[in-house]
């Protein structure tokens, strides 16, 4: 089961991936069409014909009250974002950066050097402003702090059931592994077909609240650490084989992955 929650208002606020400020004077010329500024309704899409609604600006209970509860569902894994028009279009521009920078490191080092269901993904994934929010509803509806009042803007929540997979892309391309307990990031890469151009020593662990570790996974390097159910797995790029233009490639491609909503 799968919720999609969007909130239709508006907001203005800051990104790590992308400045309002700059979106804003770089749409001076555009004009938004079809913004429903005066409705300040909150609209829940749970896949039944007749959405959900809040008024302006409700407490976070408020929104998960309006939910069907479901015992199943796994809140660690939840996201929550902001869906704003005025950050698609810095959100599409740096897709369209990264996509440049794919396209010309398979000039330079053939056209096996980025999977092409990698590229896809950058591609096709739906962009939005991750909201750092504690999400889990008892513990929403049992401290003040995590009630926080949603602001004006439109909103995307993603949660299901337990993950039973992890999600791995990047130079290796696109694959799911089988969630363990006790199996390391080293684990989960060992039978990966490696791009020529991959970072074999290291792998980028992006957890369900979004943070990001690097875990090592040469026999050398090789990181302890525990992969939490819905961890995506990113396998870089190894930039010291790359022009001088490449660098921090790897720090893009995390930040756009931080900005997809997961379906």
Partial sequence: MRIQVLIFLTLVTTSTFCSVDSVAAELQDIQLVGADIQSYVVSV?????????????????ELLAQLSPADDLYWPAARFYRDDPLLHYS???????????????????????????????IRTARLAAPVALVLEPDAVAGKDEFNK???????????????????IVGFAGLSKVQHHYKVTARGYTRDLA?????????VYLLAPSLTVTVAGRAIWNESAE?????????????????PADFQGINQQIIEFLQHRVTE
């Fill in 45 to 61: 899409d749970t896949g039944n014909k007749t959405p959900l609604k809040l008024k302006s600006r409700p407490r976070l209970a």
């Fill in 149 to 167: 009042q949603l602001d004006n803007g439109n909103y995307i929540l993603r949660v299901a059931k337990r993950p039973k997979q992890l999600e």
């Fill in 194 to 202: 490696f791009s020529e151009v991959a970072d074999q020593t290291q």
């Fill in 91 to 121: 959100l599409e521009r740096k897709r369209r950066e990264l996509l440049l920078q794919l396209g010309e490191i398979k000039r330079l080092e053939g056209k096996d050097a980025v999977p092409q269901d990698f590229t896809s993904l």
């Fill in 226 to 242: 525990q992969l939490r159910p819905g961890t995506l797995l990113y396998i870089p790029v190894d930039e010291s084989a790359l």
